[in-house]
């Protein structure tokens, strides 16, 4: 059980485009879903939080405008990257916590890679 | 959340304990300890938390200091397939987002 799901798993795309992201909780309904970056031989950076039906919570330094999140469902949060540039391209990773489990735990799926050409 | 300290790197050979430490020195009594890692090129996949109570599954255990101020993760019999990057997290309690914050972690190399 609790398995989060991304996709795409890689994407390349040139510069000025847009990028969709979605993550998937599979066998659970997650209230919070978290959306992360991570650089090469860095740690995780978390961008945002979001939850279900409401507006996300950006990081200080982390672009709204830039990186549409939207939380439409228990199940399915999206990133979207928009007029992505080469300093875009990271490894993004969601996570989502479920809302049943008495544990606080967060799920990560497996990231996406973003190369911006 | 409190920040944690942890050595950049260990080595561990197949078969045996792999002891990993942290130290929160700064943690406090509503915050839970976390460990998660990262095998290269995927996502993090949790292992164990817990608040002051060691805490053993079927991934590792947990020991916890009376104090609180570290803790030690332990693989009880460490593979090849356990090399990765080990991160111990401390997280505020008794709220509904409370955020994960990752630091630089342990990168386990776990040879034959």
């Known amino acids: 059980g609790a398995v989060v799901s991304q996709h795409p798993s890689r994407v390349i795309c040139k510069s000025g485009t847009s990028v969709k992201i979605e993550c998937r909780s599979l066998?659970?309904?997650?209230?919070?879903m978290f959306w992360y970056r991570q650089f090469p031989k860095k740690s995780l950076m978390l961008m945002a939080t979001s939850n279900e039906g409401s507006k996300a919570t950006y990081e200080q330094g982390v672009e709204k405008d830039k990186f549409l999140i939207n939380h439409a469902s228990l199940t399915l949060s999206t990133l979207t990257v928009t007029s992505a540039h080469p300093e875009d391209s990271s490894f993004y990773i969601c996570?989502?916590?479920?809302?049943?489990?008495?544990?606080?735990?967060?799920?990560f799926g497996p990231g996406t890679r973003l190369l911006v050409l | 959340d409190a920040k944690t300290t942890q050595p950049p790197s260990m080595d561990c050979a197949e078969g045996r304990a792999a002891n990993l430490p942290c130290n929160h020195s700064?943690?406090?009594?509503?915050?839970?300890v976390y460990w998660y890692r990262q095998i290269h090129s995927q996502g993090p996949q949790y292992i164990i938390h817990g608040l002051k109570n060691n805490e053993t599954n079927e991934m590792a255990s947990l020991i916890i200091t009376e104090d609180r101020k570290s803790s030690t993760l332990i693989l009880p019999h460490a593979t090849l397939r356990d090399t990765a990057v080990y991160y111990c997290i401390v997280r505020t309690g008794g709220t509904s987002y409370g955020k994960l914050t990752f630091g630089q972690g342990t990168i386990l190399t776990v040879h034959p």
């Open positions: 996570s989502a916590r479920s809302t049943s489990s008495q544990e606080w735990i967060q799920y």
């Open positions: 700064t943690i406090s009594g509503n915050e839970y």
């Open positions: 066998d659970f309904q997650a209230t919070t």
